[in-house]
């Protein structure tokens, strides 16, 4: 039987071994992980660092007489992906592309000099950044010194390591003083030792994918990108498709291709980070893959009844991607075609404050609704875990669909507020995060009710009792029932759960309103542990 070589064997990986079953392959999956949640699915799992390109290409000769593709989805190893199929003759990107794809610096390098819109940038390396600290001292004077020889004089500015996804290590820079520890966080995650400090871009971010094959162009979904929580860029959540206007959707997709054409990107998948700035369209990014996110996995093919995985691992396979050509349709731009769609899929993602997880409730809930395809959870009772840095550190995601995009949304946002993580009492983390002040800037507050409101809390007297019933609403929070949080509850509906779970008590106000504003159902509840039960 043939084989189809898939690296990675995470949740995102699960639509490719699924293809790769579909066309009648054998699915040998290799992870660094034995115990990836997908191991279990493939026909012959290998424990292979994925980062090991010879491991991997000695591998895959190994069984290069029933091999026909090597193929991945949502990791960091299209590269790898080239490096294997480029030596063994089977179709992919050119090796020298997917490195375009896949390192940052090489990848401004060619937007840079192929004329592609993408930010001014410039490359730290660690021997660079510990020259500036031997030279300067560590903070704030190394990292003006490093601003210097960049030549950095305005910001703001975002790092990111050169080398990684997810957010991991990416961060917006306001003053140098802010740059010292991010240089060390973005080195942290680079596997090469370097971060790229760029300008930041100002403007709507868009998430596209692609299939490239031919000298065409086919796009495969396009969502709008939903990202929160400055400093840092955390994704709650897309929608596909997006409802942009024609000219901009043109003006976006043409800057993709541009930068496709500037990668050497020729044979296989494509996905673009952009953005709609007030200069036009620029790219944060293009990857020689398909895109992690529940996006071309989950969202697109709910809107677009258009299995795009399988298509694109029929490209692998040195085949027609017939689906595709029989629904794409031209656009207005020559050479580029699109494969649209027919309705509404919106994922949202839910976060937690930090602490130590008793109970996650609300699941069946969320997914009671006949909008709502998938409630994936990515934590559970015993995790400790923190408020997100970067995309990995959300709790879970929901899936919806729906024929308008207002309905898709709502039901998208209706499932994640059913959803409580409850935390465990008594945590120097939990208590940390309550007693900072109401008006922090990062993490913020749930409720974002404004600073008159938080001074107005401050000042209740440390001594009195609230008592919580059915339909009690504390004084200073009327008016703003409607109000939601970051996981899209009201007031209204966070003390209606609060009361569904604990029944009429007595609780300190002070601590109690301030823990609810603070901290959301979470925090309330976890005063009400902690101080009455």
């Known amino acids: 039987?043939?084989?189809?070589?898939?690296?990675?064997?995470?949740?995102?990986?699960?639509?490719?071994?699924?293809?790769?079953?579909?066309?009648?392959?054998?699915?040998?999956?290799?992870?660094?992980?034995?115990?990836?949640?997908?191991?279990?699915?493939?026909?012959?799992?290998?424990?292979?660092?994925?980062?090991?390109?010879?491991?991997?290409?000695?591998?895959?000769?190994?069984?290069?007489d029933e091999l026909e593709a090597v193929f991945t989805a949502g990791t960091d190893f299209s590269a790898s992906v080239s490096y294997v199929a480029e030596r063994l003759g089977l179709k992919s990107h050119p090796f020298e592309a997917a490195l375009n794809a896949s390192d940052k610096i090489r990848m401004r390098r060619a937007f840079a000099e192929h004329g592609v819109p993408s930010p001014v940038f410039c490359e730290i390396t660690s021997d660079e950044w510990n020259v500036c600290v031997a030279e300067t001292g560590a903070g704030h004077h190394a990292a003006q010194k490093l601003l210097e020889n960049a030549g950095f004089a305005d910001f703001p500015l975002v790092i990111k390591p050169v080398d990684n996804m997810g957010g991991r290590g990416c961060r917006m820079i306001n003053d140098a003083a802010e740059l010292s520890d991010a240089v060390s966080e973005a080195l942290k995650y680079s596997r090469s030792d370097r971060a790229v400090l760029e300008d930041y871009m100002?403007?709507?971010?868009?998430?596209?994918?692609?299939?490239?094959?031919?000298?065409?162009?086919?796009i495969t979904g396009f969502a709008d990108r939903h990202i929160y929580f400055p400093p840092y860029f955390i994704e709650m959540g897309h929608t596909m498709s997006t409802d942009i206007g024609h000219d901009d959707w043109n003006a976006l997709v043409s800057c993709f291709a541009s930068g496709i054409k500037a990668l050497g990107l020729t044979h296989g998948v494509a996905k673009a980070d952009i953005k709609l700035t007030p200069r036009g369209p620029m790219i944060g990014e293009i990857a020689a893959r398909l895109s992690g996110g529940y996006?071309?996995?989950?969202?697109?093919?709910?809107?677009?009844?258009?299995?795009?995985?399988?298509?694109?691992?029929?490209?692998?396979?040195?085949?027609?991607?017939?689906?595709?050509?029989?629904?794409?349709?031209?656009?207005?731009?020559?050479?580029?075609?699109?494969?649209?769609?027919?309705?509404?899929?919106?994922?949202?993602?839910?976060?937690?404050?930090?602490?130590?997880?008793?109970?996650?409730?609300?699941?069946?809930?969320?997914?009671?609704?006949?909008?709502?395809?998938?409630?994936?959870?990515?934590?559970?009772?015993?995790?400790?875990?923190?408020?997100?840095?970067?995309?990995?550190?959300?709790?879970?995601?929901?899936?919806?669909?729906?024929?308008?995009?207002?309905?898709?949304?709502?039901?998208?946002?209706?499932?994640?507020?059913s959803i409580i993580v409850r935390l465990e009492?008594?945590?120097?983390?939990?208590?940390?995060?309550?007693?900072?002040?109401?008006?922090?800037?990062?993490?913020?507050?749930?409720?974002?009710?404004?600073?008159?409101?938080?001074?107005?809390?401050?000042?209740?007297?440390?001594?009195?009792?609230?008592?919580?019933?059915?339909?009690?609403?504390?004084?200073?929070?009327?008016?703003?029932?409607?109000?939601?949080?970051?996981?899209?509850?009201?007031?209204?509906?966070?003390?209606?759960?609060?009361?569904?779970?604990?029944?009429?008590?007595?609780?300190?106000?002070?601590?109690?309103?301030?823990?609810?504003?603070?901290?959301?159902?979470?925090?309330?509840?976890?005063?009400?542990?902690?101080?009455?039960?």
């Open 1 to 64: 039987m043939s084989s189809v070589f898939i690296l990675g064997a995470g949740l995102m990986q699960r639509p490719a071994i699924e293809a790769a079953h579909r066309l009648g392959y054998k699915a040998v999956v290799a992870d660094g992980s034995p115990k990836a949640p997908c191991a279990v699915l493939a026909d012959t799992f290998v424990h292979i660092d994925l980062k090991d390109r010879d491991a991997l290409y000695a591998y895959a000769l190994s069984i290069k």
């Open 425 to 533: 009492k008594d945590n120097a983390e939990t208590d940390a995060f309550l007693s900072s002040p109401l008006s922090t800037a990062y993490p913020p507050s749930a409720y974002q009710l404004g600073t008159d409101v938080y001074a107005e809390i401050d000042a209740i007297a440390s001594d009195a009792r609230l008592t919580l019933s059915a339909d009690s609403v504390p004084a200073l929070l009327k008016g703003f029932e409607d109000c939601a949080d970051w996981n899209k509850r009201t007031v209204k509906q966070a003390l209606s759960a609060i009361h569904a779970v604990c029944g009429d008590c007595s609780v300190p106000e002070k601590k109690f309103v301030c823990a609810l504003v603070r901290g959301g159902i979470q925090g309330a509840l976890y005063v009400i542990d902690t101080e009455v039960r």
């Open 202 to 218: 100002n403007g709507p971010e868009f998430s596209i994918d692609a299939l490239v094959f031919n000298g065409e162009v086919t």
């Open 295 to 417: 996006m071309s996995g989950w969202t697109y093919p709910y809107a677009s009844d258009f299995f795009l995985t399988e298509q694109a691992l029929l490209l692998a396979l040195g085949k027609e991607p017939r689906e595709i050509m029989q629904k794409r349709v031209p656009t207005d731009i020559p050479g580029i075609y699109d494969v649209p769609c027919v309705r509404t899929s919106a994922e949202r993602a839910w976060l937690s404050i930090p602490g130590r997880i008793k109970d996650v409730l609300g699941l069946e809930d969320a997914a009671q609704s006949a909008s709502i395809r998938d409630v994936l959870p990515r934590v559970s009772a015993g995790d400790t875990i923190t408020f997100p840095v970067n995309n990995v550190g959300k709790c879970g995601n929901v899936i919806s669909v729906a024929d308008t995009r207002e309905a898709a949304v709502a039901a998208a946002e209706k499932a994640i507020s």
